[in-house]
């Protein structure tokens, strides 16, 4: 072990490290949010650890996060280098909002991208009922499994990426059409492949952008998936006519031919193609792999299950579509849609940050361009703050009156200045698809079906293990 060292004083303490590889070796990476929070109990909730040379500080629990992500949150507001990401054209400004540095690019693409997502007047349909025309497809098509054993994996996944199709592409696509179930496929193996612990450290290495074919091992999917939306946006450029637009894509020409001439503009080919990649890398996966916790907690609490149809019954009742304007009329299924946020905890450690300027964090010093570690499980589960922290119990989030309560400490979508973009849009298809899909059914364990598992398989994300389901038409 190398002696202890620290950059200065009241930089956040750290264990003792390896030559070399820091602290790498302490660290279990198929379950790196437990041992971040293990090593905290020893060495605080801001602590510091090596990965290689470079100093990384993590930080854990709701005062402490709060802190950082919403009372310091411009300082703690950037990104740290993702370099093995420069094969695929994310350098300099050109890195959409996901990976991008915080400064004038990220906000120029944010501000577009969210203003273009809550105005989405574009096109016919509001967003509302594109999401709610998408459930009632999800419903059909759990329907035609006449009530026998099924995986709803395939089928929800569907449902959610034909959301995100529609806004950027103006159109949704059949559950069985080939070149769209390929996109899908595209999406899930490219998060895969990036996610590990193997091209994550890597990627934090400044030469590895250098080393040849080391990039294309973990990127091929995603090298496919840029070349795919790189196709439908040509095909865009050749039937766009800007008076009138018809969906994303539409929208972000228009901003392009608006900064023509204008030198190194941020909206540009480059980030047009990195937007729309990171929209479906980002808002896919996420809300696909919430809504399936959502039906494995139903059949695991089948009262839960049987109170939030009777709320549906008693509010929507059995034929008239869910829409955004029940929320406020439904505390209890509101409670219960938060609850498997919470529980199931879908991205324990957030996307990494970086310092944008010296900071104080609890008293611990954190200098510009330190790499920042959110461990939001350590918030979702923080026992100071939840009554049952490792229960599924919507209680957490209803008053003795059974009315809806906010609790702060709810950061499935993070806070602060880097706050899921998403996070509106994912609200309203978590509520129309979960209401619309115990308004019609009623979800049963298949018989022989073996135990069904809480623990999750961790691949970036945290998602369930396989399940079978039936639907029972109501
Ligand atoms: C970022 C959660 C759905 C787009 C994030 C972050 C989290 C998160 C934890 C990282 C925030 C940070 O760095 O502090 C979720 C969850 C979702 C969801 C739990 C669904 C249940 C979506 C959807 C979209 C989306 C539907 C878009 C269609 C983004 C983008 C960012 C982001 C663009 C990067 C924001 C930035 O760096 O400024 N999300 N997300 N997310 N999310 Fe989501």
């Given at each position: 072990f190398m002696k202890r060292r620290k950059p200065?004083?009241?930089f956040p303490p750290s264990p003792p490290s390896w030559p070399f590889v820091g602290n790498l070796l302490q660290m279990d990476f198929r379950d790196l949010h437990n041992s971040f929070k293990q090593l905290s109990k020893q060495y605080g909730d801001v602590m510091s650890l090596r990965v290689f040379w470079k100093p990384t500080v993590v930080l854990n629990g709701f005062e402490v996060i709060k802190e950082a992500l919403i009372q310091k949150s411009e300082d703690t507001a950037d990104r740290p280098p993702f370099n093995l990401y420069e094969i695929l054209g994310f350098v300099g400004n050109n890195k959409a909002v996901v990976l991008a540095n915080y400064g004038q690019s990220w906000k120029d693409l944010r501000r577009f991208t969210l203003s273009t997502l809550r105005d989405?007047?574009?096109?016919?349909?509001s967003l509302e009922e594109r999401v709610r025309d998408e459930a009632g497809y999800l419903c059909d098509a759990f329907q035609s499994e006449q009530g026998g054993p099924f995986d709803p994996h395939v089928l929800i996944n569907t449902a959610v990426s034909n959301v995100i199709c529609s806004i950027i592409f103006g159109e949704r696509f059949e559950y069985d059409d080939h070149k769209f179930l390929k996109l899908l496929c595209l999406i899930e193996e490219s998060i895969k492949a990036e996610s590990g612990p193997v091209p994550q450290i890597i990627s934090s290495l400044p030469w590895s952008s250098k080393v040849p074919g080391l990039a294309r091992l973990f990127f091929q999917p995603r090298i496919h998936m840029l070349q795919y939306l790189q196709e439908i946006i040509n095909e865009h450029k050749q039937t766009w006519?800007?008076?009138?637009?018809?969906d994303f894509i539409d929208a972000f020409m228009l901003e392009m031919k608006k900064a023509k001439g204008v030198k190194d503009s941020n909206f540009n080919d480059q980030n047009l193609l990195l937007t729309t990649a990171d929209l479906f890398s980002a808002g896919s996966e996420t809300t696909t792999t919430t809504l399936r916790w959502g039906l494995l907690f139903m059949l695991l609490y089948p009262d839960v299950q049987r109170k939030v149809q009777e709320e549906i019954d008693q509010v929507i009742g059995r034929t008239r579509k869910p829409t955004m304007g029940d929320v406020l009329q439904m505390p209890y299924t509101n409670a219960v849609i938060h609850e498997i946020q919470r529980y199931a905890d879908?991205?324990?450690?957030?996307v990494p940050h970086m310092a944008y300027r010296d900071t104080h964090i609890k008293g611990f010093f954190i200098p510009k361009g330190t790499v920042i570690m959110t461990n939001l499980s350590s918030v979702l589960k923080d026992e100071k703050v939840w009554e049952k922290p490792f229960q599924f119990y919507p209680?957490?989030?209803?008053?003795?009156?059974g009315k809806f309560v906010k609790r702060e400490a709810f950061m499935a979508f993070s806070?602060?200045?880097?706050?899921?973009?998403?996070e509106q849009l994912a609200r309203m298809e978590l509520f129309l698809f979960f209401t619309s899909l115990l308004q019609r059914f009623s979800f049963q364990i298949p018989d022989g079906e073996p135990c069904l598992r809480e623990d999750p398989v961790f691949v970036f994300l945290q998602v369930p293990h396989d399940y079978k389901i039936c639907a029972k038409v109501r």
């Open positions: 200065c004083t009241d989405f007047g574009m096109g016919k349909k006519d800007s008076g009138h637009t018809r879908i991205i324990p450690l957030s209680e957490h989030f209803l008053d003795r009156d806070a602060g200045r880097r706050v899921c973009l998403g």
